[in-house]
């Protein structure tokens, strides 16, 4: 029984990963379980802290670590582009982490996807330059979580960036690297607009054993100003379906696996 509640949990979750809430009639039409049985599996997802129960259904908690934030623009627009195509890319990429792996998220919008995907999950550590994503999951006691320490570059940017994150990184290695990017070309590698989180999102992808860039489609053949890795660093690409069979076409020559979601 308890087997078959973490199944129903699962897929729960993963329907409002994909639709940011959903009503009970679509909880139940996903998961294929009695309407009883969903509104105790909903209890329990509420009780530790990963969805909130509405009049009719349920949707994602929304982290209180954003409130100062509600009202930037600036931080609203970033939010807020492409957000179905990162939520998608997120989901896409939790499903790539295996339990007891150790994976490394770079701070960005779409990463904070990968972390909010697997809350719900088990026998994780995380390793991660952003201070939301360790927010998001300090609360999550079957996940461990590590920051890496050092400076915010900028107003309003979740990243840890200098000598402190790249000095804490220097012993530690992952199984998978998640690489959140502004840009990511063919020819000219992935790029950020920092020059120290580039630096820090460098060390991460040398401290990887397999690398994993995350993108939604207006991302890919744009170039920002600092070089986070060459092409060649990168393992995976997973962006979305609005990316052109041209523009795939291109990392996958120079032998890149692309994954469209």
Request: glycine share 8%; proline share 3%.
């Amino acid at each position: 029984m308890a087997a078959k509640a973490e199944d129903r949990g699962e897929k729960i979750i993963k329907l409002l990963l994909r639709e940011g809430e959903a009503t009970l009639e679509e909880i139940l039409a996903a998961v294929g379980s009695s309407a009883p049985s969903i509104r105790r599996d909903l209890s329990r997802l509420e009780q530790r802290g990963l969805i909130r129960r509405t009049h009719g259904g349920a949707t994602l908690v929304e982290p209180l670590l954003y409130e100062p934030f509600r009202y930037d623009q600036s931080f609203q627009a970033r939010n807020n582009r492409y957000a179905r195509e990162k939520r998608r890319i997120g989901l896409a990429a939790a499903e790539l982490i295996a339990d007891n792996e150790t994976v490394g998220l770079t701070a960005g919008t779409t990463t904070t996807q990968i972390g909010r995907s697997i809350r719900h999950r088990a026998n994780i550590t995380v390793i991660t330059n952003a201070i939301n994503i360790g927010m998001e999951l300090c609360n999550q006691p079957r996940i461990r979580t590590w920051l890496t320490g050092g400076a915010v570059p900028f107003a309003w940017s979740f990243s840890l960036t200098g000598p402190t994150a790249v000095s804490s990184l220097s012993g530690v290695y992952m199984d998978k690297v998640f690489l959140g990017v502004i840009g990511i070309d063919a020819i000219r590698g992935a790029t950020t607009g920092e020059a120290d989180e580039a630096l820090t999102f460098r060390t991460m992808v040398e401290h990887g054993k397999q690398v994993i860039a995350v993108a939604d489609s207006s991302k890919l053949g744009h170039v920002s100003p600092s070089l986070i890795c060459p092409l060649a660093s990168i393992h995976m690409l997973i962006t979305d379906t609005g990316a052109s069979e041209e523009s795939v076409a291109e990392f996958a020559a120079r032998g890149v696996r692309v994954l469209r979601v």
